[in-house]
């Protein structure tokens, strides 16, 4: 499962070590005033570190892969 459809397009053009980044969430995730959901992510690669606010809808969505994949890795 890869998260990078989740992340805001100008952070996937940022440059990252290997050529493109890998975004998994860190496990840090956060409702905001207005019903969005912020939820953190880092790339494996180069460690660096990003927050794609989503709509609940969204996060509706993919609320059960991000939570299964921080289960799994025990972030
Ligand atoms: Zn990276």
């Not at 975004?23 to 939820?39: L, R």
């Not at 660096?48 to 969505?61: K, P």
């Amino acid at each position: 499962m890869n998260f990078n459809h989740l992340i805001p397009k100008h952070e996937m053009l940022r440059e990252c070590i290997t050529g493109k980044h890998s975004y998994y969430p860190s496990g840090h995730i956060e409702a905001m005033i207005g019903g969005s959901i912020a939820v953190r992510f880092r790339c494996k690669k180069c460690g660096t570190g990003t927050t794609s606010f989503l709509t609940t809808e969204e996060h509706g969505t993919y609320r059960n892969v991000i939570e299964r994949y921080i289960e799994s890795k025990g972030v």
